[in-house]
């Protein structure tokens, strides 16, 4: 087939078309909005298939335009099947609640998006689902974190805000021989810069409120992985509910086609901001895995097409450091997510990692004068130029 013959950049522009192709003759050369809870059926025996669950019945099973988003990001990163729901955090719990069951345990990477981090901590236990968390980055240390219980393992691409990259085909290699499910949070690393299922991950999940929209503008969250491991999970949000919109759907699918555009842009961005970010005065360190200086950067040689577009830095000064530095940028916005076509900035020990214990933070290495920028796809030298100021 010709789509898979394409580059990243042409498949993303591509990748829902004919996904709401009507049955014969022209369609709309965009995806049509299919603003609609219910469909009509010519005849009781259309009904009838619908009901079976072969055609559209109603909007919280499936819609074409949830799915005209889920398949294209499926194609994206290569999985035979794609579920879209309302938020990242609904997909995750589909994903999990899905595949779990009392008395099954789950190891999980720390450093996890700290919403994962709850469920895993504050919802699955209720449900008779142990966890233990550790470091996902050293495949030693999660399999002597495996039991004879466990059946899933969650770890995320890239994680936040050290930026440590997974050894996602040495997991996949403990998993597959073990029957574990691997469901990867792929968020920061988007299919443009690495595809979990390529390297044998079962699910691949997608908060596409970052950078699969883009925009800052709409929540989604995606699943992908065999047409199996996807049934399971469309029964428990038909069961839930958390269901995308199909405007929503819309806008990010508008998003999606200019993804690769995008990431490379925010890519080189980030590695011009890294670069410049590690010789000025008043940074102390700078985590960026296209740094020789970051931990991972030989696995993130391996397994990324590019570095990624998340850069992290400490300041001097500690807490009152990352407070001034914080309130000085102008160009650059102070706002939570990433991901968006604009740069953002956060302060983790604050926001991201504020509920945890200022030792706990310590140990994870996320420290009072630590900032995480997401670089977005403005000129380069004005984001160095406002980094500069803000430091003076
Ligand atoms: C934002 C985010 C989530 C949660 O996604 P929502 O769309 O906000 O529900 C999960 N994982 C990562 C890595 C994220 O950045």
């Known amino acids: ?163 440590r990259v997974a050894d996602l085909p040495a997991l996949a290699a403990l998993c597959l021989e073990r029957r574990i499910a691997l469901i990867v949070d792929s968020t920061f690393a988007t299919p443009i810069l690495c595809r979990p299922l390529e390297h044998g991950a079962t699910l691949v ?63 080189e961005n980030a590695a011009h901001l890294a670069r410049g970010l590690e010789g000025l005065r008043g940074i102390e360190r700078v985590h960026y895995p296209g740094l020789p200086s970051h931990p991972d950067h030989a696995r993130a040689r391996r397994l990324l097409a590019r570095p990624g577009a998340m850069v992290s830095f400490e300041v001097s000064g500690g807490g009152e450091g990352a407070r001034r530095f914080y309130d000085r940028v102008r160009l650059i916005a102070r706002a939570a997510s990433l991901g968006e076509v604009e740069s953002l900035l956060t302060h983790p020990a604050s926001f991201s990692h504020r509920s945890l214990p200022a030792a706990e933070r310590a140990r994870l290495g996320i420290g009072e004068g630590l900032l995480r920028l997401s670089v977005g796809i403005e000129d380069p030298d004005d984001l160095l130029e406002d980094v500069r100021q803000a430091l003076q």
């Open 205 to 267: 999940m997608h908060s596409a409120t970052k950078y699969l929209g883009g925009h800052g503008d709409v929540m989604a969250g995606i699943l992908v992985g065999s047409s199996d491991a996807i049934a399971r999970v469309r029964t428990f949000r038909s069961m839930c509910g958390g269901v995308l919109d199909p405007f929503a759907a819309w806008l990010a699918l508008r998003g999606l086609r200019t993804l690769a555009l995008r990431v490379e842009r925010q890519c």
């Open 1 to 163: 087939m010709k789509f898979d013959t394409w580059k990243l950049a042409t498949r993303a522009v591509h990748a829902a078309d004919g996904a709401w192709r009507a049955a014969a003759g022209e369609s709309s050369h965009v995806p049509p909005i299919y603003q609609t809870t219910n469909f009509d059926y010519p005849d009781a025996r259309a009904a009838d298939e619908a009901a079976q669950g072969r055609a559209y019945l109603y909007t919280r099973d499936g819609n074409p335009s949830q799915d005209a988003l889920a398949q294209a990001v499926a194609r994206l990163e290569g999985g035979a099947a794609g579920l879209a729901f309302a938020s990242g955090m609904s997909a995750l719990c589909g994903a999990l609640l899905a595949h779990l069951e009392r008395g099954d345990h789950v190891v999980a990477s720390e450093g996890l998006y700290g919403g994962t981090t709850e469920v895993l901590t504050h919802l699955l236990p209720r449900a008779g689902i142990e966890h233990t968390l550790t470091q996902a980055w050293d495949a030693g240390a999660v399999e002597r974190a495996l039991k004879p219980a466990t059946r899933a393992l969650v770890v995320e691409t890239v994680t936040n805000p050290l930026l």
